[in-house]
């Protein structure tokens, strides 16, 4: 009887073995879901340590546009909140401007709404990058973010 089951046993294990070829077979009903595709620009939570840095974007009453700050620093791990302001402002990262970057973030669609915010993973490799908001560029409204190791 013992012997039956031990026997039973080793024919069960070599026929998983077979058909799994070592791995392991997972039935169609446990599958976990897909991951969520992120939203470009969605709201981030920075690494452990990291902080989110605001970037105001404005138009004032003189019709200046700019980032607020323009020039700051930031560690891998932190976000960078663009946070629209007055006016009508996106954030880019050209990629010609910034070629030590593999693959720089996307362009922001344009941010019209008083407070929508559009945010961006400060995973750059160290380095200085460069920044514009597409329809002012010309007209200065440009930043550089200095990337740093986390301590
Ligand atoms: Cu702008």
Partial sequence: MK????SLTVATIALTTAC????KETPAT????????????SPLTPADGGKV??????????????FTPSEFEAHQGDVMRFTLVTGVHNVHFLADSNRTLSSPPT???LLQLPGQTY?????FPEGRYYFQCDPHALLGMIGHVKVEKRD
Avoid: F, W, Y
């Fill in 20 to 23: 799994g070829g070592g791995e």
């Fill in 119 to 123: 945010d961006i993973a400060v995973d």
């Fill in 30 to 41: 446990t599958t976990p879901p897909a991951a969520p595709a992120v939203t470009p620009g």
């Fill in 53 to 66: 840095i605001t970037i105001e974007m404005t138009t004032d009453e003189k019709g200046v546009n700019k």
């Fill in 107 to 109: 362009a922001s669609p």
């Fill in 3 to 6: 012997r039956a089951l031990l």
